[in-house]
């Protein structure tokens, strides 16, 4: 139901940007979530976008460097991350999150590896 | 920010055994207006991005064997592999939904013996 855009190389100092192609509900219905996993590590919250309007809350850590967008022509949330660094490379996902329910569907994920 | 925090870090167990893991939070997680505790479990297998198991605290999400059990309230957690099976190998998260930013505990990684 959710299918991410597929794995993206970049040299420190560029910018990615990230798909999440909803199918199966109501794009508006949930929440988009972004979570950071890095390689052998742990899952970090990154921030959601609201479909319906548009709002987003981004976790401190990444705020300035991300932003992200919900278009519902097309059902599909975007991450863009700028000013990516070494410490960027992770696998990223989307997620959807029923109201107050946990985070009910998740995507493939997608590989973001930053190297010069 | 609600700091998650797992324990143990990992754990080693016997098939049909049972298998529990803590989880702890640096503030609580009820909800006084509806009793309701914003903790979410989550499993992780290699390659694949997590599955939901549990919200609430304790309801299981649908399609989730009824081996898997959790309770708790307030800061402290627990999941519950009442008899453990082969494909229940991973990663187990719990994750806090109270207030953003939505932290997850660290991970206990369940393995068997």
């Known amino acids: 139901q959710l299918i991410q855009s597929g794995t993206e190389v970049r040299k420190p100092g560029a910018t990615v940007k990230i798909a999440c192609k909803v199918s199966?509900?109501?794009?508006?219905?949930?929440?988009i979530h972004w979570i950071q996993q890095a390689p052998g590590k742990g899952l970090e919250w990154v921030g959601l976008?609201?479909?319906?309007?548009?709002?987003?809350i981004y976790t401190e850590k990444f705020r300035g460097r991300v932003t992200m967008t919900a278009d519902t022509s097309t059902d599909t949330a975007y991450m863009e991350l700028s000013n990516l660094r070494s410490a960027d490379t992770a696998v990223y996902y989307c997620?959807?999150?029923?109201?107050?329910?946990?985070?009910?569907?998740w995507g493939q994920g997608t590989l973001v590896t930053v190297s010069s | 920010d609600v700091v998650m925090t797992q324990s143990p870090d990992s754990l080693v167990v016997s098939l049909g055994e049972r298998a529990t893991i803590n989880c702890k939070s640096s503030?609580?997680?009820?909800?006084?207006?509806?009793?309701?505790?914003?903790l979410a479990w989550y499993q992780q297998k290699p390659g694949q991005p997590p599955r939901l198991l549990i919200y609430?605290?304790?309801t299981r999400e649908s399609a989730v064997p009824d081996r898997f059990s959790a309770s708790g309230s307030g800061t402290d957690f627990t999941l519950t592999i009442s008899s453990l099976q082969a494909e229940d190998v991973a990663v187990y998260y719990c994750?806090?939904?109270?207030?953003?930013?939505?932290?997850f505990g660290q991970g206990t990684r369940v393995e068997i013996k």
């Open positions: 976008v609201d479909p319906e309007d548009g709002e987003t």
């Open positions: 609430w605290a304790s």
């Open positions: 997620a959807a999150a029923r109201a107050e329910q946990g985070f009910s569907f």
């Open positions: 994750q806090q939904y109270y207030r953003s930013p939505y932290t």
């Open positions: 199966g509900y109501t794009f508006s219905a949930y929440y």
């Open positions: 503030q609580s997680l009820l909800y006084s207006s509806n009793n309701k505790n914003y």
